[in-house]
């Protein structure tokens, strides 16, 4: 079993910026393809960015690009979403993701969930 755990979440202003931060539980992480998603009430969970196994191979949602960047340390067993220029469409639960990865590809798909942490961008 996988635990991840996100934090970095806060209420801020449009513009500023966070850095939302996932341990994952298993000291073998670096197999493991990573993804950040969102949600607001009464919505479905949206793919925001995704990092494959070494951290080589990135992909994000269209919404996202150019403002957020996602990395990862796998000595720390640790993957971050570095979010920039903040806009009030951007709050939302953040979670993190994981699955175990036989090829160093993006992932569409998880099958590990964090509990998520909250976004709030004030205008």
């Known amino acids: 079993q996988v635990q991840l755990v996100e934090s970095g979440g806060g209420l801020v202003q449009t513009g500023d910026s966070l850095r939302l931060s996932c341990v994952v539980s298993?000291?073998?992480?670096?197999?493991?393809?990573m993804g950040w998603f969102r949600q607001t009430p009464g919505k479905e969970r949206e793919f925001v960015a995704a990092i494959s196994r070494s951290g080589g191979n990135t992909h994000y949602a269209d919404s996202v690009k150019g403002r957020f960047t996602i990395s990862r340390d796998n000595a720390k067993t640790t993957v971050y979403l570095q979010m920039n220029s903040l806009k009030p469409e951007d709050t939302a639960v953040y979670y993190c993701?994981?699955?175990?990865?036989?090829?160093?590809?993006?992932?569409?798909?998880?099958?590990?969930w964090g509990q998520g942490t909250q976004v709030t961008v004030s205008s």
């Open positions: 993701a994981a699955r175990y990865a036989f090829h160093d590809d993006i992932i569409r798909e998880y099958n590990y």
């Open positions: 298993r000291r073998t992480a670096s197999t493991y393809a």
